[in-house]
C-alpha cells in the first residue's frame, strides 16, 4: 500500500490564506483556466474518448497528472514512453467557473483516479482493450483552517500503477485519466473491486473496461485528462 497525497483544492475560500495558497499550486501546476471544463469537454469528444470509452459527462474538477520527469497530461498532448515511467502526481481543482461554490461537500468522499488504455494494442486493433493501467482512491479531508480546500490523502492502490507501454509500429494510443466520485455521494468508505486482470479490465471483453468497472462500482466520472503516447518505433 502507497501512502500518497495529492493536493484538492478549490477557487471557494478566496478570503482564507491556506486555500489562496492551494489555489496558487494548484493553478502553476495547470494550464486549464475558467470554463475549461468546457474545453476537456470538447477535446475528449474530439479524441473519442467520449463515447467510446466513458459516456459524454460535464467535469465538475479539472484534473492533471505530473510525471517525476516533469511531463503533465495536457488533454492530448504526446508524452514520451520514457517521460511516463513512474507514477504521476494527480492535481485536482474544482473549475472557477462552476456554479457550485460549496467544496466542502466533497469532505470525506472517497474519489478514485484510474488510468485506461483504449487502444491496446492500436487504435485500429483494440483487441486487448481496455487495459487497465492504474487504480487508486483517496478520501478528501477537509483542512483544519480552510473549510472550504481539502486534500485527498492515503492514496491507496486499487491496481498499482503501470507505466505506458506500447508496442512497435501501434501507432499512437490515448491514455485516459478519470476522477471518479460515488454517485449515491456516501462519505463511506469504498469497497472497490480488483479487476481480474488488467486486459478488458477483466471483462473478457474487447473495448470493455472502466466505463463498466465504475459502473459496478456505483462511481461517476467527475474528472478527466488525457496524453498520446507510443513506442518509438514505428
Ligand atoms: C469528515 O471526517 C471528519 C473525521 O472523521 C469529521 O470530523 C468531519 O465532520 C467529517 N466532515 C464531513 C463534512 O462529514
Ligand atoms: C452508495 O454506493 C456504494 C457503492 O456502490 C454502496 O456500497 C453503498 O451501500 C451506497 N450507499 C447508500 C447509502 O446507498
Known amino acids: 500500500m502507497w501512502i500518497r497525497t495529492f493536493l484538492f483544492a478549490t477557487l471557494a475560500a478566496a478570503t482564507n490564506g491556506q486555500a489562496i495558497d492551494q489555489v496558487v499550486i494548484a493553478s502553476s501546476n495547470s494550464h486549464l483556466r475558467d470554463s475549461d471544463v468546457y474545453k476537456v469537454q470538447h477535446e475528449l469528444k474530439k479524441a473519442e474518448i467520449f463515447p467510446t470509452v466513458i459516456d459524454k459527462f460535464l467535469p465538475s474538477f ?4 505530473e510525471w517525476p520527469s516533469g511531463k503533465r497530461a495536457d488533454l492530448g498532448n504526446t508524452v514520451k514512453v520514457e517521460d511516463a515511467q513512474d507514477e504521476p502526481t494527480i492535481t485536482v481543482s ?5 456554479s457550485s ?3 466542502s461537500e466533497s469532505a470525506n468522499v472517497t474519489y478514485t483516479i484510474t488510468i485506461t488504455d483504449p487502444d491496446a494494442p492500436s487504435r485500429d486493433n483494440p483487441e486487448w482493450s ?4 492504474f487504480i487508486a482512491t483517496g478520501v478528501a479531508i477537509s483542512s483544519s483552517t480552510a473549510s472550504d480546500a481539502v486534500k485527498l490523502s492515503g492514496l491507496r492502490d486499487v491496481m498499482p500503477y503501470k507505466p505506458p507501454g506500447p508496442p512497435p509500429k501501434t501507432g499512437k494510443h490515448r491514455y ?6 460515488p454517485a449515491n455521494g456516501t462519505t463511506d468508505p469504498l469497497h472497490l473491486t480488483k ?7 477483466g471483462t473478457g471483453e474487447e473495448r470493455h473496461g472502466v466505463r463498466d468497472w465504475a459502473r459496478d462500482n456505483g462511481l461517476e466520472p467527475v474528472a478527466a485528462n488525457f496524453i498520446y503516447a507510443q513506442n518509438e518505433e514505428q
Do not use: M, N
Open 94 to 98: 474544482r473549475d472557477p467557473s462552476a
Open 195 to 201: 479487476p481480474e486482470d488488467r486486459k478488458h479490465w
Open 176 to 181: 485516459v485519466f478519470l476522477l471518479f466520485a
Open 62 to 65: 479539472l484534473l492533471t497528472a
Open 130 to 133: 481496455e487495459f487497465c493501467h
Open 101 to 103: 461554490s460549496a467544496g
